[in-house]
């Protein structure tokens, strides 16, 4: 089936009660098809033009530009609009891999990464999705798979009920890629940051929204490049019912997510050596543009709720914006400035809901939110991590009881020590110092919680996170293993790293 986006879908937007009528076409941002909002229709209207699907990749487009200017009611209507009731509640999860050759261990190109989503597409049924000439990925249904800075392969999941169904999707996905790359000599590694390959060795991908991201981070972050190109993360998407519930959640999953990062620390390799870290991808994330990553103080502030998050985020300068199927640079602008139609790029123009919605994709604080919260700090790794990281979250935040023990434990912990946490974890993990004992003696107590909180979701799920009880109960990280084996039989060549974690 082939589709040719070119109609608006209409999307009606309440903001307090002030009905307006956006115009909206269909969205693949970091996780196509979720979203949590009941009033913002993403369908688009499709004709079909021979086997190709002709999407906007990454941004969305107003096809008839506001008369109006956006308010900031608005903007703070837009994170409203995700409330759903609890019974309406899914997850998304998305995940990234490494392409590599299986011969040299090489990264992949994007000549064979272009040969393979065509493959998939034609024996496994799904839809490309072009950038002008390039094909840059594939969607089928409410899953997308899409192209990261470096040629990572991303599989943006469906919002589903359960954590089986999650399992599930993912491992369709993995089969349906390695029959693919198997007989192409390549395939994907689970890991959070390239272990071999140099920043110099990674191919860059035909999608010019990147390379305007890309020149903005050198000059705003020495690490923002790294980011974009050599790591990959496994994240999960989450509902809110309220304002009052989204700041129950976002304060808990905020706090929590350097024992998140501890958890799943997987990239302790770099240039074909250890790196000194447990994560670097995480480390990294420190060293990108401080404007729009960290660890959210005003989150913690009485004042907290969606209209502070509006000022936060639109006090973050503007990347690019998307306008007749073409990027534009805005890099460094202030949507504000956009708001009252004085853009210098854009002179006169006002924008539209989806303008604000591409702007809050280009937020990376380590968790962000748009109609749903993303959990953002965790490396990738194999099947069963992959499958662990939302099973943590959901029962930690989808549970009453496993939520409130979560608020009483970080109740009284300081903006200091949750930065002491997010700077210290990435080094040294589990066994990093907190009050009186351990952070892992936290740990053990918040995963026991997110078990409990899945059993008494009923559907059978608290096995989804075996893994990381392991991870807990034996305090070592699955990067300390990978360190381990580096020094043991691997006799410190980082080489075996891709039979270990080859999906």
Avoid at 407 to 427: F, Q, Y
Wanted: proline share 6%; with cysteine; hydrophobic share 40%.
């Amino acid at each position: 089936m082939a589709l040719l986006i070119s109609q608006p879908g209409q999307a009606h937007f309440m903001a307090y009660g002030v009905k307006r009528n956006m115009v909206a076409s269909s969205k693949k941002e970091t996780c196509v098809g979720f979203s949590s909002s009941p009033h913002l229709a993403k369908t688009g209207v499709g004709r079909k033009q021979g086997h190709k699907v002709i999407v906007p990749a990454t941004a969305t487009e107003a096809t008839v530009l506001p008369t109006k200017p956006l308010t900031k009611d608005d903007l703070v209507g837009y994170f409203a609009s995700g409330c759903k009731p609890k019974e309406e509640w899914r997850i998304g999860t998305e995940h990234e891999k490494f392409g590599f050759q299986l011969r040299t261990l090489c990264p992949i190109t994007y000549e064979q990464i272009e040969e393979l989503l065509n493959d998939v597409a034609a024996i496994f049924g799904w839809d490309k999705v072009m950038e002008g000439d390039n094909l840059i990925g594939l969607k089928k249904g409410k899953q997308s798979i899409s192209l990261e800075g470096g040629g990572q392969l991303e599989l943006s999941g469906a919002p589903v009920k359960t954590l089986h169904e999650t399992y599930a999707e993912i491992k369709s996905h993995l089969c349906q890629v390695k029959a693919v790359a198997t007989k192409m000599g390549i395939g994907f590694l689970g890991i959070g940051f390239q272990p071999k390959g140099g920043l110099k060795d990674m191919p860059t991908m035909p999608k010019p929204h990147q390379e305007i991201l890309a020149g903005y981070l050198a000059k705003v972050g020495p690490l923002g490049i790294d980011t974009l190109r050599r790591t990959c993360t496994v994240q999960v998407n989450l509902d809110y019912s309220s304002e009052a519930d989204m700041i129950r959640k976002f304060r808990a999953s905020l706090a929590l997510q350097p024992i998140a990062t501890a958890l799943f620390a997987n990239s302790p390799f770099a240039e074909g050596n250890p790196n000194g870290y447990l994560s670097l991808r995480s480390h990294f994330w420190t060293g990108h543009d401080k404007s729009r990553t960290g660890m959210l103080p005003f989150v913690f502030d009485d004042s907290f709720g969606f209209e502070r998050y509006v000022d936060y985020a639109l006090d973050v300068p503007m990347v690019y914006i998307y306008r007749k199927k073409k990027y534009i640079d805005s890099a460094g602008m202030s949507f504000r400035d956009f708001m009252a139609g004085k853009l210098p790029c854009l002179p006169g123009e006002l924008p539209a809901l989806n303008d604000w919605e591409n702007h809050l994709g280009t937020l990376y604080p380590e968790v962000r939110m748009k109609t749903y919260l993303e959990m953002r700090g965790a490396d990738a790794g194999p099947l069963a991590m992959l499958c662990a990281l939302p099973a943590f979250w959901v029962g930690l935040l989808y549970d009453e009881v496993s939520l409130q023990n979560v608020l009483d434990l970080i109740a009284d912990w300081t903006m200091e020590e949750r930065e002491m946490l997010r700077n210290m974890v990435p080094k040294i993990g589990l066994k990093t110092p907190f009050r009186d004992g351990l952070l892992r003696h936290v740990a053990e107590d918040v995963v026991k919680w997110a078990q409990d909180g899945l059993d008494r979701r009923g559907f059978r799920e608290s096995g989804f996170l075996d893994e990381v009880a392991e991870v807990v109960k034996t305090g070592v990280t699955p990067a300390e293993k990978l360190l381990e084996m580096h020094q043991g039989k691997w006799g410190q060549c980082v080489d075996p790293v891709f039979h270990e974690l080859l999906y």
